[in-house]
């Protein structure tokens, strides 16, 4: 059981994947993180760990749409609303992470 996280490069820069939750045979979850940022991302002027992190967040959020179980299996088809979910959920706890970080250093 559990959560793993394996650097793996997705041809992100094409465009394509730049993350993928698989589910364990025996319970849990690795994701795999494309850790090259997209051109799109590079403009934004986040670092690269920045976009790595927002990438597992967004991750984290899909194991919300599975049962528990061996293997964790998925509660409903996948559609568009999903994403758009994950997508928030990343950006929330990203932003959030960033509101703290900035209130203990001017603290």
Avoid at 34 to 58: V, Y
Avoid at 66 to 71: C, D, M, Q, R, V
Avoid at 79 to 93: G, I, N, R, T, Y
Wanted: charged share 25%; aromatic share 10%; with cysteine.
């Amino acid at each position: 059981m559990g959560w793993g996280i394996e650097d793996e490069v997705l041809e992100a820069s094409a465009g394509s994947t730049r993350a993928m939750l698989i589910p364990r045979r025996f319970g849990g979850f690795t994701a795999l993180i494309d850790p090259n940022p997209t051109p799109a991302e590079l403009r934004q002027g986040l670092s690269k760990e920045w976009i790595r992190r927002g990438r597992i967040a967004h991750e984290l959020a899909h194991t919300f749409f599975y049962k528990h179980g061996a293997p964790p299996r998925r509660r409903f088809r996948v559609v568009p609303a999903e994403e758009h979910f994950c997508d928030a959920f990343a950006e929330a706890v990203m932003w959030s992470r960033r509101a703290s970080r900035s209130t203990r250093q001017t603290a």
